[in-house]
């Protein structure tokens, strides 16, 4: 769930020139909220998978950039890569997703919660309509 500030307490959200009376969502409370969404509300024969590659330093078969989820959905296969609120890419990430545009394969980068839940519904992942599942908050 998100906390409500005071104005005084209200953090500034960074790269948004917005200040918000919450504390945003964790990138693992958004990821949790994002399976659990399409846990609920998936369309049957799809896939969202998490890409297990958090702090890929040097390990054997871990690559930096790789985004967060694997989405399989209308006969295709797409990556989503989850950020906080004001989170921001690293090099790595971008140019990900720069080697998947050029290869023709979807990559998104979304922010918040309802980001990712909005592109699963675009992409044919999930039905019906999907409201405030997981930990609340954006």
Known sequence: MTARL?????KHIKGTGKTAAFVPLTEKQIHEATIDAWRQHGVPGTVVATIPNMRAWGQAGLTKGLPDLL????????????????????????????????????????????????????????????????????
Request: with cysteine.
């Open 6 to 10: 005071s104005p005084s307490q209200a």
């Open 71 to 138: 989405v399989i959905s209308e006969g295709k296969a797409r990556f989503i890569e989850l950020k906080r609120l004001g989170g921001t890419v690293s090099p790595e990430q971008a140019m990900f997703k720069h080697m998947c545009e050029a290869q023709g394969i979807a990559c998104e980068i979304t922010y918040g919660r309802d980001e990712p839940i909005r592109l699963l519904k675009a992409w044919g992942a999930l039905r019906g309509r999907v409201e405030c599942v997981g930990k609340g908050g954006l």
